[in-house]
């Protein structure tokens, strides 16, 4: 029980690496959001509209993963109820994320949770009418009380690819029936830069009235983010400014995500922690880092359908690894399994994708007067594609 004690101790102490572990979780949102002044300018100059009575413009809000924009959005609403709460002004924001929330039925029924509709009116129970009713039920509580809602719908592409845009129609649209001052305004955020392809015109259009695009932070920024950040959560001396530097240029170099490197941070002290090591080191970076990607990695084969993990099997099996080779031993694993294979075409979309996600690596390499060939290699540590494939799937 030595090592218990000690936990013990150091925190006792005082003598723990963290001094709030808090600030490096993901539902932690800074106060201050460096970087991101431009477009906390824009979206409050836009909901502003609401001390005037009048309606904000549907807003829709683009970056990749980690730049900040529902943090930005948090800060924001916040501010935003705050003020109204001093001028006795009535807004409702109801911020509803469509990961979570993963039917259009639990997106509504979160929304009518926050509005209270539930509560208010015992009478009609929300459970068991249709999604249209649903809707319709919210806008006529908007109507009736002439409400102002600020709906903020994050993670929006995944309410639209498992539910289509309707419910997004019936709200842009709802505006035109509120004749008496109340309103609903849309704020979707989504991190895919295509979200908006997927969407009817007439969606598309109402619910871009405006629109706001959230670059990667550059390795300098990650390195203020992550120093402003390590000042809060850990105790004087337990980091120093050379690892900071290392953990935003290892999490700048691919993608300027500044939840990866936050969570590189945290991963890497909690290692050092187990170490009882009296600072982050080097080594605690290097070992988080590697310990992030097996777990992405991990995470992409077991999500990948069945296809792509039988093409991925297929290149672990393949000597050579080339196409043909591979469309090959796939072809053979599918007819195993009574499935029909996938066109080589597909096969090699396929292939190029898991390039993409860094789980292969496709090298061109010349084999001289013969010419050229495609060697597929699996760059994810095998034990781990054995550990994410399963071994019912390896040993069908
Ligand atoms: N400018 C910043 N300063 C400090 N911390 C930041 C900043 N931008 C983002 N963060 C932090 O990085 C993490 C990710 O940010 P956030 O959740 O806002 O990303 P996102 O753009 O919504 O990503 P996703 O598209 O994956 O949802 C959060 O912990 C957030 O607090
Ligand atoms: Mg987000």
């Known amino acids: 029980m030595t090592d218990i004690d000690d936990i013990f101790e150091r925190a006792a102490t005082g003598k723990s690496l963290l001094k709030n572990r808090q600030t490096l979780t993901i539902d932690y949102v800074p106060e201050k959001l460096p970087f991101r002044d431009q477009e906390s300018r824009t979206l409050a100059q836009s909901l502003s509209s609401v001390f005037k009575g009048t309606r904000p413009s549907?807003?829709?809000?683009?970056?990749?993963?980690?730049?900040?924009?529902?943090?930005?959005?948090?800060?924001?609403?916040?501010?935003?109820?705050?003020?109204?709460k001093e001028r006795n002004i009535e807004v409702i924001v109801p911020i509803i994320n469509a990961?979570?929330?993963?039917?259009?039925?639990?997106?509504?029924?979160?929304?009518?949770?926050?509005?209270?509709?539930?509560?208010?009116?015992?009478?009609?129970?929300?459970?068991?009418?249709?999604i249209g009713e649903a809707t319709d039920r919210i806008?006529?509580?908007?109507?009736?009380?002439?409400?102002?809602?600020?709906?903020?719908?994050?993670?929006?592409?995944?309410?639209?690819?498992?539910?289509g845009d309707n419910v997004l129609y019936s709200f842009t649209r709802a505006n035109e029936r509120m004749t008496k001052g109340g309103?609903?305004?849309?704020?979707?955020?989504?991190?895919?830069?295509?979200?908006?392809?997927?969407?009817?015109?007439?969606?598309?259009?109402?619910?871009?009235?405006?629109?706001?695009?959230?670059?990667?932070y550059t390795v300098e920024q990650l390195r203020q983010i992550?120093?402003?950040?390590?000042?809060?959560?850990?105790?004087?001396?337990?980091?120093?400014?050379?690892?900071?530097?290392?953990?935003?240029?290892?999490?700048?170099?691919?993608?300027?995500?500044?939840?990866?490197?936050?969570d590189l941070l945290r991963i890497a002290a909690e290692l050092a922690e187990r170490d009882h090591s009296s600072s982050v080191d080097?080594?605690?970076?290097?070992?988080?880092?590697?310990?992030?990607?097996?777990?992405?990695?991990l995470e992409v084969i077991k999500n990948a359908t069945t296809?792509?993990?039988?093409?991925?099997?297929?290149?672990?099996?393949?000597?050579n690894g080339n196409t043909g080779d591979v469309y090959e031993i796939y072809s053979a694993l599918c007819k195993?399994?009574?499935?029909?294979?996938?066109?080589?075409?597909?096969?090699?979309?396929?292939?190029?994708?898991?390039?993409?996600?860094?789980?292969?690596?496709?090298?061109v390499i010349s084999q001289g007067r013969y010419g050229r060939s495609q060697k597929i290699k699996i760059t994810v540590p095998i034990n781990t594609v054995y550990e994410a494939l399963g071994k019912d799937f390896i040993d069908r």
């Open 58 to 84: 549907n807003l829709l809000l683009f970056g990749k993963p980690g730049t900040g924009k529902t943090a930005v959005v948090k800060n924001i609403v916040e501010h935003l109820i705050a003020k109204a």
């Open 99 to 130: 990961k979570t929330a993963n039917t259009a039925y639990k997106v509504l029924y979160e929304i009518a949770e926050t509005m209270g509709i539930n509560r208010e009116d015992k009478k009609v129970h929300f459970t068991g009418l249709s």
């Open 139 to 163: 806008l006529q509580f908007i109507q009736k009380r002439n409400l102002h809602v600020i709906m903020v719908i994050d993670e929006i592409d995944s309410l639209v690819d498992k539910n």
């Open 183 to 216: 309103f609903i305004s849309l704020i979707g955020i989504s991190n895919s830069l295509t979200f908006k392809d997927k969407l009817d015109p007439r969606v598309r259009s109402s619910l871009s009235e405006e629109e706001t695009v959230f670059n990667p």
């Open 226 to 262: 992550l120093l402003e950040r390590s000042k809060l959560a850990f105790n004087d001396g337990a980091i120093s400014e050379a690892i900071i530097n290392l953990c935003a240029a290892m999490s700048g170099r691919e993608h300027g995500d500044a939840r990866k490197a936050i």
């Open 282 to 297: 080097e080594k605690h970076v290097r070992a988080a880092q590697e310990k992030m990607e097996k777990d992405n990695n």
């Open 307 to 319: 296809h792509t993990k039988f093409v991925i099997l297929a290149i672990t099996k393949s000597k």
């Open 336 to 363: 195993d399994a009574e499935e029909t294979p996938l066109t080589q075409r597909r096969v090699t979309q396929i292939i190029s994708e898991l390039d993409q996600l860094g789980i292969v690596s496709t090298d």
